[in-house]
């Protein structure tokens, strides 16, 4: 299988681009086949090789800004330059702690890995800014979203957002914990639960939750989602499906 990719049906400005990884056209072998883009148990020449052809066909101006996820809600600002005091992060060879990434600077690729956790790519409608951010249930619970959008220099009004492929609502399988970690702090977020036969379980939307969060933060432009990564075996890895296995990637960026 060739190298494919998803591409944002957002009304992004022209300077921005933005794509993300599916499953196949790599090299790595086994659990990893074909396009793990995450380091780990997988051999890291395979990755690194991997690596190389996402830049090779995106034509990327610059290695990812790749991030160390915790499923928390730190989010980091990326630049050309070796990172600063305060938390900011970029440059070669800095991988900083962070569930999100920003940037302002042209030829910075901000990058998220996912495996069923929902990637969630942010813009504003001049091109000025771009931003990743990584998305779990206990990203999303944790607040990881508002953290992305507070942090960008923008106001909420002018941003827009591309929901890449997670866990579809149909797959998501989830315990009773989960469902109150939303619903007691919104309960429109019971919408986005529905119970499995027994009461004892629920199938969680990460898209719906998603999308009720960033309104809440004040982005009502979003687009995407209605993938299935645990369903759609040929396309996606899945941790929930496969446990071991590889990770994909969302990215965007802006050109000069």
């Known amino acids: ?48 090789e991997n690596r190389r052809r996402v830049r090779e066909a995106l034509q990327l101006p610059a290695e990812p800004g790749w991030l160390t996820q915790v499923h928390g809600t730190n989010v980091v600002r990326l630049s050309p330059c070796p990172p600063r005091s305060g938390g900011e992060g970029g440059g070669e060879g800095q991988i900083p702690e962070a569930d999100a990434s920003f940037t302002t600077d042209p030829g910075v690729v901000c990058a998220v890995q996912a495996a069923d956790c929902l ?25 990881v979203l508002e953290a992305t959008v507070r942090a960008l220099p923008m106001k909420p009004g002018a941003l827009m957002a591309w929901l890449g492929a997670a866990i579809g609502p149909h797959s998501f399988e989830v315990g009773p914990e989960v469902r109150e970690a939303f619903v007691g702090a919104d309960a429109a977020a019971a919408a986005a639960f529905k119970p499995r036969p027994g009461g004892e379980k629920y199938l969680a939307d ?51």
């Open 1 to 48: 299988m060739s190298l494919s990719f998803l591409r944002p049906d957002w009304p992004a400005p022209a300077r921005v681009r933005a794509a993300m990884t599916t499953r196949g056209g790599g090299v790595s072998q086994q659990a990893f086949h074909s396009l793990n883009l995450g380091l780990g148990a997988d051999d890291p020449a395979h990755v690194a």
């Open 119 to 143: 990637p969630v790519l942010l813009c504003d409608d001049d091109g000025q800014v771009v931003a990743a951010a990584h998305a779990g249930w206990r990203g999303l619970a944790g607040g």
């Open 206 to 256: 990460l898209y719906t939750l998603a999308r009720q969060r960033l309104a809440a933060a004040g982005v009502q432009r979003v687009s995407g989602g209605g993938r299935d990564t645990l369903r759609e075996r040929t396309h996606f890895f899945s941790y929930r499906r496969d446990g071991r296995c590889g990770r994909m990637a969302a990215l965007v960026w802006l050109t000069r």
